[in-house]
């Protein structure tokens, strides 16, 4: 159906009224076991045959670019897909509370892991691929990965590292219900103040080709190159007060990279949405909801609004903690008073300043500064806000107390001062004794 410029807001009304959901999206690396590299898309040992396992156990829907199995929609809600390179990503069904999601992702995951050892093939965690480089990426071989290939080099510096943010990263993601306007707003700014700082407990992308890099996250330096004015920051949630007409007229500024056309993808033409809103594709099609809900899933900032508030800013923790990153957000977004009291310790500061914090937490992680703060101080408060919601949605029944364990693995980190990207080094250069097998092992899920 043909849509209109003031239609735009109305992709986002789904979100009101719903109940408070958790979602838990979990990128992990597809390695060879012994090697720690990538794992080819096709073959016997290649992640497709992942994809067709959970086909033929589940009766899943597929979903095809073009004829390459990219995912499987399960009738739980739950999609199992692959990234640009190959790496297997678990999107969960929303649930009530942890406890469930928790339940529901430990038993996914570990079925996940035993077809994937059944191929030869490991999944590891974390915030990248630890034994590759840009070079020897094993790209799923679909249409839309030149399209935006070639997005990132139309924008020359800044899209520099677009490539390797698709080939070689990987993240922990949790996705957030908002119940109306105010609501939206309170939570959407809490979560764009706070990313820069939290993202510094979870730095943990510290190799690269098999080697340490200096930074404790590889992840987070490639995304300041990936695509000007689309990630980092969203800039209309540090408005005073949040609009989402604000936040419509900023994302229909940005050009769309690419549409559905058929059974795969075509280029867009590179002009700002609204402008083709207006007077349409160029090849005598008009927008529908369908290309503007995919117009926004081609905004990678830190926080993404959809139908959902998703937070993306973190490295993804390691297996046997993956349940601390949906813990610290849902202790700080679904509660009022813990939402309320992170947005004031991190607001009023502008898109440089958290840009330069984001930058610092790449290379120092805790011991960065935040405009003249320790970022460790500020986490440490974030973590303790985190816990004391999370308390509350016990005492209100809402969790089950044992949730609360989830956020040990932080306090660890701000006791100790060294992080899973620290220690994973450490490691490495001890135990391991550099060989990939035994990261692997020690990783994998």
Known sequence: MKIGERDLTDAFHVGEARSELIGLELEMAAVDPATGRAAPYAGPRG?????????????????????VLVAVRR??????????SSALEYSSAPCRGLTGLMAQAGSELRRLADVAGRLGIALVPGGNYPFNDISSVN??????????????????????????????????????????AADLGRKLQMLVTVSPVATALFVNSPLENGRPTGLRSSRMRYWSKHSPGRSGVLPPALRPEFSLDAFVEWAAALPMIYRKKGRGYAPAPARPFHEVLRHGFGDGT??????????????????????????????????EHVGSLPAFWTGLVY???????????????????????????????????????????????LVRLAREGLSR??????????????????????????????????????EFRHRPDQFVKAYQL
């Open 47 to 67: 992640v497709r045959r992942i994809l067709e396992h959970v086909l033929e156990a589940d009766s899943g829907t597929p979903v095809f670019d073009e004829d």
């Open 75 to 84: 009738r739980d809600g739950s999609v199992i897909a692959l990234e640009p």
């Open 139 to 180: 790209w799923t071989p679909n249409r839309r990965i030149q399209i935006m290939s070639d997005y990132f080099s139309s924008v020359g510096d800044q899209g520099l590292w677009g490539p390797h943010v698709m080939g070689l990263t990987v993240s922990t993601q949790a996705t957030f219900d908002f119940l109306s």
């Open 286 to 319: 008009m927008p529908t909801w369908t290309d503007w809900e995919m117009h926004l899933s081609q905004i990678w900032t830190d926080v993404r609004l959809r139908r959902t508030l998703e937070a993306r800013a973190c490295d993804g923790p390691p297996a």
């Open 335 to 381: 509660d009022p008073a813990s939402c309320r009291a992170a947005w004031e310790l991190t607001r009023g500061h502008g898109v440089e300043d958290y840009k330069r914090t984001m930058l610092d937490i790449a290379h120092r992680g805790l011991g960065a500064d935040f405009l003249g703060a320790p970022v460790r101080e500020i986490a440490g408060e």
């Open 393 to 430: 949605r016990v005492a209100d029944d809402l969790e089950s107390p044992s949730v609360l364990r989830h956020l040990d693995p932080l306090e660890e980190i701000l006791s100790t001062g060294e992080t899973w990207a620290d220690r994973c080094v450490r490691r490495w250069e001890g």
